[in-house]
């Protein structure tokens, strides 16, 4: 079975400092990872996403992740955080190598940035 | 391009009425999704289909029926609602391949009083 941990429900952060949004998984075989994007009354949007290669993953607005495979967690960062940031993030995984076609979902990160 | 486009945006049903929520996709992909977003519980699958005519049942298919006719369009069908089924509805649809993202539409707001 495959399972993925937000252990934070709200984050908060300066403008102008860096951010970390925290996502553990659990997978029986190798994981695809995701991360998405929810802004208020819409649909979630893709960000960035890890199948295989270098630990470090780099997305759109200046996201990245980090893959740690000894920790099985992959965390989303930002150098500087900006207003305009705060959103819903949600961390996904599919378990590739169970076969699953399905993507789990964890229940998302309130990301606030306080100007 | 439209992308995933979802109707209507908002819907009051009473107990025990029947709906359709409409979705549609116009990036030719194959694979199709519905999910329902509840507070503290994120995006739970509800049935997805990887093609014309082929669907299948996710995490909670309870009081959902899917059909897939065309390649375009991914209805929802609630049978007979349940205040238990107030959420937000979302269609999501990638291409064929297990590492593509999933592109989502805007949502329904669904309230069964």
């Known amino acids: 079975a495959q399972s993925v941990a937000q252990p934070e429900d709200q984050v908060n952060v300066a403008e102008g400092n860096p951010l970390t949004v925290k996502c553990t998984y659990s997978?029986?075989?190798?994981?695809?990872l995701f991360w998405y994007v929810q802004y208020p009354n819409r649909g979630l949007q893709f960000l960035l996403k890890?199948?295989?290669?270098?630990?470090l993953v780099k997305g759109s607005y200046g996201f990245e992740a980090e893959f740690n495979k000894s920790q099985t967690s992959f965390h989303l960062k930002k150098p500087s955080a900006l207003v305009s940031d705060s959103a819903l993030y949600f961390c996904?995984?599919?378990?590739?190598?169970?076969?699953?076609?399905?993507?789990?979902f964890g229940k998302g990160t309130k990301l606030s940035v306080i100007p | 391009n439209a992308g995933v486009t979802q109707t209507p945006k908002f819907q009051v049903l009473k107990t025990g009425q029947s709906m359709t929520l409409q979705c549609a996709q116009d990036?030719?992909?194959?694979?199709m999704s519905w999910y329902r977003q509840d507070p503290g519980m994120g995006l739970r699958l509800i049935h997805y289909?990887?093609?014309?005519?082929?669907?299948d049942q996710g995490e909670v298919p309870n009081g959902y029926n899917v059909s897939r006719s065309t390649t375009e369009d991914f209805p929802l069908r609630l049978l007979s609602a349940a205040p238990s089924q107030t959420s937000v509805y979302f269609c999501?649809?990638?291409?064929?391949?297990?590492?593509?993202?999933?592109?989502f539409g805007n949502g329904t707001r669904l309230t069964v009083t």
């Open positions: 999501a649809s990638r291409e064929t391949g297990e590492n593509s993202p999933l592109h």
């Open positions: 997978v029986s075989g190798n994981p695809y």
């Open positions: 890890y199948i295989t290669g270098d630990n």
């Open positions: 996904a995984v599919r378990d590739y190598g169970a076969g699953s076609y399905q993507l789990t």
């Open positions: 990036m030719n992909h194959e694979y």
């Open positions: 289909s990887v093609g014309a005519g082929i669907t």
